[in-house]
């Protein structure tokens, strides 16, 4: 599965929004019940009628061969002549451009760019999506609406109880923690520094031999005194002071300070109660501590001094030269998962067979808290799937019907996405256990295959499992998403306006550009000790909310609990 932008963007990556009865039995199985219809030439069937529909998924990259594999068999199936978008979703000015011309797809999601579900339909791009439709030709997607509260109120068309602006998707890959640390453990065995608990390999081959997983954690205090011994004790044996003990990088913050940040319980971009009173992260006395930390680091000389012109990805490059200590990765980075070959720190283990890596819990901080941000604020559903404003209610049927096959059937949405098993794919271990690794000939994805191109970034546990190595499957099961852990590790906001309740969307747009770059740069600042942060800190916070800062959190304060939002039904 195509994850080079992904992210965990995989980043993100992600918060857009989205929708009883007709489709769902009693016993709770899906039993869809499309009309029967007749054409001019008499044809019986749901599909009776053949209809042209322009379609995009989330994953397109504008690179799908007219009249491929996939195309064909959906075409077949649903009666309809699918055209092709050639916009590459996962460009930001492509998206940019689609949207300002107006031309948008007759359904379509994006990777990169847009706008949010709301904003899109006060623009007159987007059309709204009956309740009833919805439960009538996508019951399986109205079932997971029903098991994911509360689902049925998100993506609600302004002054609307039972229309919809967007669809959503159901995005059980970010259940969990997503983030842990890791320690070079063959530079831990020569500085004779010993692991918080017991080790166990993550695999037995493909390098996962030698990455290790322990569930106990090393306290901030402990993890400083390696970082040290890392730069200065010659852990390579090189007889050179050449390593350090971290790297940061200039770009996506909230991931390499994930669980850094969760030590001190905060999340980058929520919120919390702070004295009983609702601040933003950014401007928490928890946060300035955790900036006095790596301050101190810095000028302890423990962290890369070229993490400021490093993006994320230069800074696997240099961690890949066998430089670097400690590097917070991703569950499925730690269990060698093939998408991401070339991230730190399993781009280095695959690269030198000499290297050993050990990942434990995140790091306890100084109150006894650690975990990360949860991926998402408060449940498993997020992004968007938009109806294009001219798009009658006929056809808004058939691409009801498509979506629910394509995305929430078994069988459809593993065949669009990963083709005939044995001549488009093969499993990567145990059949129906184990990932499926889509064959690099006559192409991996879109081209002349076709797959992934009119898919949405959504997936139950099953087709989690598909993109997913068993042995990721298993660090997941045996911790990141054990439900004590989630319940003591997962940090959420204390509000947030998930129901778009507020005018807090319209004010972010306003303001969030101005907002993030003084908090960028007070943050680069800070780190590599320009300044005393003590001394700085209440001009930074009075700036911020001189900004735009204090209206955003006047009308945040306006929003749910998360507490709330998390127990309605």
Avoid at 321 to 335: C, D, L, P, S, V
Wanted: proline letters at 4%; glycine letters at 8%; charged letters at 25%.
């Amino acid at each position: 599965m195509r994850k080079r932008a992904k992210m965990l963007v995989l980043s993100g990556l992600a918060g857009l929004l989205a929708v009883g009865g007709i489709g769902c039995s009693s016993n709770n199985e899906v039993s869809p019940a499309p009309e029967q219809t007749k054409d001019n030439a008499g044809k019986e069937g749901p599909y009776a009628k053949n209809l042209e529909l322009k379609l995009t998924g989330s994953w397109t990259k504008g690179k799908v061969e007219d009249g491929s594999w996939v195309q064909k068999k959906l075409e077949d199936m649903f009666n309809v002549k699918i055209v092709n978008s050639k916009v590459d979703t996962w460009n930001k000015d492509q998206v940019s451009l689609l949207i300002a011309s107006g031309e948008v797809p007759d359904a379509f999601a994006f990777t990169s760019g847009g706008k949010t579900p709301v904003e899109m339909f006060d623009a007159g791009l987007t059309r709204t999506i009956p309740k009833d439709m919805i439960q009538k030709y996508a019951p399986r997607y109205a079932k997971m609406l029903d098991e994911n509260s509360p689902g049925w109120q998100m993506n609600l068309a302004p002054g609307k109880k039972d229309e919809y602006v967007a669809l959503i998707g159901h995005q059980t890959h970010t259940e969990g923690l997503l983030w842990t640390p890791t320690f070079r453990l063959d530079w831990l065995e020569k500085l004779n520094i010993k692991p918080p608990g017991e080790m166990k390999a993550v695999g037995p081959s493909g390098g996962r031999e030698r990455v290790y997983f322990t569930d106990k954690a090393y306290t901030l205090e402990e993890l400083e005194k390696i970082l040290v011994a890392f730069t200065f004790d010659d852990p390579d044996g090189n007889g050179k002071n050449d390593t350090y003990g971290l790297s940061p990088y200039n770009n996506a913050f909230d991931t390499w300070s994930a669980t850094l940040m969760g030590s001190f319980g905060i999340g980058s971009g929520y919120n919390l109660l702070e004295d009983g009173k609702l601040v933003r992260t950014e401007i928490s006395q928890k946060y300035k501590e955790f900036l006095k930390l790596l301050a101190k680091w810095y000028k302890m000389g423990v962290i890369d001094p070229e993490w400021t012109t490093l993006n994320d990805k230069k800074s696997w490059e240099k961690y890949a030269t066998g430089k670097i200590g400690y590097y917070e990765a991703q569950r499925a980075y730690i269990a060698i998962d093939d998408w991401a070959k070339e991230r730190a720190p399993q781009n280095l283990v695959q690269k030198d067979s000499a290297v050993k890596l050990l990942a434990t819990a995140p790091e306890i901080g100084p109150g006894g808290q650690q975990g990360h941000k949860s991926y998402q604020a408060v449940n498993l559903l997020g992004d968007a799937y938009y109806i294009n404003k001219n798009v009658s209610d006929e056809k808004l049927i058939r691409i009801l019907q498509m979506f629910d096959y394509i995305n929430h059937d078994e069988e459809g949405a593993r065949w669009t996405k990963y083709g005939e098993i044995g001549v488009h794919s093969a499993w990567e271990g145990t059949p129906e256990k184990s990932a499926l690794k889509v064959k690099a000939d006559p192409t991996p994805e879109e081209g002349s295959t076709g797959l992934y191109a009119y898919s949405f970034r959504s997936y139950d546990k099953k087709q989690m499992q598909y993109f997913t190595s068993e042995y990721t499957m298993n660090l997941i099961r045996d911790f990141f998403a054990k439900p004590d852990v989630m319940k003591k590790m997962e940090i959420r906001p204390y509000k947030w306006d998930l129901l778009n309740q507020t005018k807090l969307s319209e004010l972010s747009t306003k303001y969030n550009t101005q907002l993030n770059t003084i908090v960028e740069e007070f943050r680069m600042k800070a780190i590599v000790g320009q300044f005393d942060i003590d001394k700085e800190w209440d001009g930074y916070v009075k700036k911020w909310l001189d900004a735009g800062g204090s209206q955003i959190l006047q009308e945040l304060d306006k929003a749910p609990k998360v507490e709330d939002l998390l127990n309605s039904k």
